[in-house]
């Protein structure tokens, strides 16, 4: 019924490029937040698992002489602009349906509004439920970016959340008919 399972998202070189980089364990934590906000509010759980798990997938590294450097990339961040771009060509790549992709783009571009000068924007369901996992994950001064998770157990969990997803399109596929 899906094209692309969120486990083709995952283990794609991109993707393990960016999130080994951003943190596979807090994406992993994200995605499965958003699946259960997205069943709670009716929300295409595939949809926002994918969002979620892409998330922060435009993350630069700020260091300066070594350290992290808060301060540097509070001010020049654009990892959500980053990060919407490079979720659509990968989704893209990965044979997407371009409706989803686009959806999944956009709820990665609007999941922080740190970046924006006016942040007022209404945001769909989506892309709250994507803002609101990604802040119940969050740890203070970042720290949420280095938990680390071997990657048999992230497998796992990405492999979980898919028969989770695929049940749950297939009930409300069942309701339809
Ligand atoms: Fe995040």
Same mark, same amino acid.
């Given at each position: 019924?899906?094209? #692309? ?8 070189? !991109? ?7 951003? +943190? ?5 934590? #994200?995605? %499965? ?24 997938? +435009? ?6 002489? +070594? ?13 959500? !602009? ?9 989704? !893209?790549?990965? +044979? ?24 007022? =924007? ?5 892309? %709250?439920? !994507?803002?609101?996992?990604? *802040? ?15 990657? *048999? ?10 028969? *989770? =997803? ?12």
């Amino acid at each position: 019924m899906r094209r #692309v399972k969120l486990v083709d998202v995952f283990t794609h070189p !991109i993707s393990q490029k960016y999130l080994n980089r951003s +943190g596979v364990a807090h994406a992993i934590k #994200v995605a %499965q937040y958003a699946v259960q906000l997205a069943v709670k509010h009716e929300v295409n759980p595939d949809i926002a698992a994918k969002a979620a798990l892409l998330h922060d997938i +435009g993350h630069y590294e700020w260091y300066t002489d +070594g350290e992290w450097d808060f301060e540097e990339y509070k001010k020049n961040d654009i990892h959500a !602009i980053k990060g919407a771009e490079r979720a659509h060509r990968l989704l !893209i790549r990965l +044979g997407e349906d371009r409706q989803n992709a686009k959806e999944i783009a956009l709820a990665v571009l609007l999941h922080t509004d740190s970046y924006l000068p006016d942040k007022t =924007i209404k945001k769909t369901s989506l892309q %709250q439920i !994507i803002s609101s996992a990604d *802040e119940m994950d969050e740890e203070p001064f970042g720290k949420h970016h280095y938990r680390r998770i071997p990657l *048999e157990e992230a497998l796992h969990h990405v492999m979980q959340l898919d028969k *989770e =997803i695929d049940l749950h399109l297939m009930s409300e596929y069942r309701k339809s008919v």
